[in-house]
């Protein structure tokens, strides 16, 4: 340890919504990376702000009796699990508790009943998605995740215990394959070289297995070799894609693809339908808890056969088309292109006739000539992290629908829009929490907001 770097003793108290550990320095909070409540240890400073410091644990003078071994070997170094060395059961009690202190700090809630947290199906090798990147470091190059805190470093990835079991053979063949043949690897600081990114997908009911490669523009190098050896060795890919992106920005989405084998698709089961999922469509991650998550919000809503639904931020279609043969008719909406268009594969390939899809931005459906002489009693929102968009809310509170279905993968988020909805005059009963991310801070809830 560097003697010249000042060391500061902190007791951790809490941890907050981010995942980070909460401890004072001379009544100042402190907020650091590592640390668990209960905790006694010695932190470095990061940065000062006026009301808060950032920091990093550096030694753990007394451990927490929930603190446990980590079991992946490179737990110390990967941005992942941060929640690894924590009982399972302490996880879902702190994710309860940051749900809780969204509704009642952020959202200034009272009276809202926080439910048990649903714990997932699985808590090892749950992801069916992963993205591991390529970096090149001068006469070497690595392929597997980023380091801890950074945007730039990737450490050399050979087990993963959240991702499917197969991923670390995969990685580890393509970096052999990657170096055997000399086929150069992007420097994501100096923007040149060619192989990006190594995504693979698989699905859970299904078992199929797509390998996603995106480079720099050009031609992969004898693709058809790669192809060979690859399904050679793995037999159980179904479909492998070559996506090209040269922006400089480090973001895994190709802006040309090419299906080297296979469909260039998989397909994944929720409740006994099929979805089918391409290289950069949006599907939950945790297929098993994906149905647990989607069943509890259904028991919320509670929906009727003379319910009319409209489904916003619906994605490929998967939660309209879940509920569709409980409704009158659901109409999604979606911006992005790509999603509506599998939406509609998705909504034919289940014999789905009651459902609709549009193409743009919800806040401009909303305020559409669409809903002039239409009446949906039933609005289902399932948004990303950054939460409704205000101006979509305010045209939703307008529609005053007699339900709304709000899924959510930010309690922070969730609780800003909830005020909201309540100080327009929507009741909120309760929230349910659902683990779909063991081991990381990260969590989901269902919840049900009824027309006042």
């Not at 894609?241 to 989405?253: D, E, P, T």
């Not at 009158?328 to 899809?357: H, M, R, T, Y």
């Amino acid at each position: 340890m560097d003697t010249k770097i000042k060391l500061h003793e902190v007791e951790i108290t809490d941890l907050a919504f981010d995942g980070k550990a909460v401890g004072h320095i001379d009544g100042k909070v402190i907020f650091l990376k590592g640390g668990l409540p209960g905790e006694t240890v010695l932190c470095e400073i990061t940065r000062d702000k006026r009301r808060y410091y950032n920091g990093i644990t550096r030694e753990i003078i007394k451990k927490s009796e929930k603190r446990i071994d980590a079991l992946c070997k490179h737990f110390e170094e990967c941005g992942g699990c941060t929640w690894l060395d924590l009982k399972y059961e302490d996880q879902l009690a702190y994710k309860q508790k940051q749900v809780k202190d969204c509704i009642e700090r952020i959202g200034a809630l009272s009276g809202v009943e926080i439910a048990e947290i649903v714990p997932s199906v699985e808590q090892l090798h749950y992801r069916n998605k992963m993205e591991y990147s390529f970096n090149r470091y001068d006469d070497t190059f690595t392929l597997g995740l980023h380091k801890r805190g950074s945007f730039h470093d990737i450490f050399n990835l050979d087990e993963c215990h959240i991702s499917q079991s197969t991923d670390g053979d995969l990685v580890r063949w393509m970096r052999d394959y990657i170096e055997k043949n000399d086929i150069p690897v992007y420097d994501v600081t100096e923007h040149h070289g060619y192989m990006r990114f190594f995504m693979l997908r698989q699905t859970k009911q299904t078992d199929q297995l797509m390998v996603n490669i995106v480079t720099n523009y050009g031609d992969f190098p004898e693709k058809e070799k790669l192809v060979s050896e690859m399904t050679q060795a793995f037999p159980q890919i179904t479909t492998i894609i070559h996506g090209q992106n040269g922006q400089k920005s480090n973001i895994a989405v190709a802006e040309v693809e090419e299906t080297l084998y296979g469909p260039g698709f998989i397909e994944e089961k929720l409740f006994g339908k099929r979805f089918r999922i391409t290289a950069n469509s949006f599907f939950q991650t945790n297929s098993l808890q994906a149905e647990v998550l989607y069943a509890t919000g259904f028991e919320m809503l509670k929906p009727s056969a003379d319910d009319r639904l409209l489904d916003l931020y619906c994605g490929t279609g998967t939660i309209g088309i879940l509920v569709a043969d409980k409704v009158s008719e659901v109409v999604g909406v979606e911006l992005v292109s790509d999603a509506v268009i599998a939406a509609k594969i998705n909504a034919e390939v289940n014999n789905v006739a009651n459902i609709q899809f549009f193409e743009g931005f919800v806040k401009e459906f909303l305020k559409s000539d669409f809903l002039k002489d239409k009446s949906y009693n039933i609005v289902i929102v399932d948004p990303p992290r950054a939460g409704l968009n205000p101006k979509a809310l305010k045209e939703l509170v307008k529609l005053n629908p007699e339900k709304i279905l709000y899924i959510s993968c930010n309690p922070a988020t969730f609780a800003r829009d909830a005020q909201k909805l309540v100080e327009a005059g929507f009741l909120l009963p309760k929230v349910k929490p659902v683990d779909m991310f063991p081991h990381t801070m990260h969590i989901e809830l269902a919840s049900v907001f009824y027309r006042g």
